[in-house]
């Protein structure tokens, strides 16, 4: 079993920052896939950004805003958020991907088979 848990969240105005972490426990390793998603009221869950070792992946709209990275001695996986937009308004989810014969960093929610509660991101205009 894996546990992820977010943390981070809040409201800030248009062109600030914020920090989201995600801590994993249980059967979790440095050669796993960690990704974040989000979610707006009425929309589909889209991909965030996604990491596995030193392989990155960042959605279109975030990219050169977002910055994914991982501290695997403490398990936490972090999403540095700058320059926030109106349209960045979601919850943002953390997940995990734990299949051990894939070197994958899959953009799908399908392919993850762990995930976070969800922490609330609000950006005003």
């Known amino acids: 079993q894996v546990q992820l848990v977010e943390s981070g969240g809040g409201l800030v105005q248009a062109g600030g920052s914020l920090r989201l972490s995600c801590a994993a426990s249980?059967?979790?390793?440095?050669?796993?896939?960690m990704a974040w998603f989000r979610q707006a009221p009425g929309k589909e869950r889209e991909f965030v950004a996604a990491m596995r070792g030193g392989n990155t992946v960042y959605a279109d709209p975030v990219k050169g805003r977002f910055t994914i990275s991982r501290d695997n001695a403490k398990r936490t996986v972090v999403l540095q958020m700058n320059s926030l937009k109106p349209e960045d308004t979601a919850v943002y989810y953390c997940?995990?991907?734990?299949?051990?014969?894939?070197?994958?960093?899959?953009?799908?929610?399908?392919?993850?088979?762990?995930w976070g509660q969800g922490t609330q991101v609000t950006v005003s205009s």
């Open positions: 249980g059967r979790t390793f440095s050669r796993d896939a």
């Open positions: 997940a995990a991907d734990v299949k051990i014969f894939v070197s994958r960093v899959s953009r799908s929610p399908t392919n993850y088979d762990y």
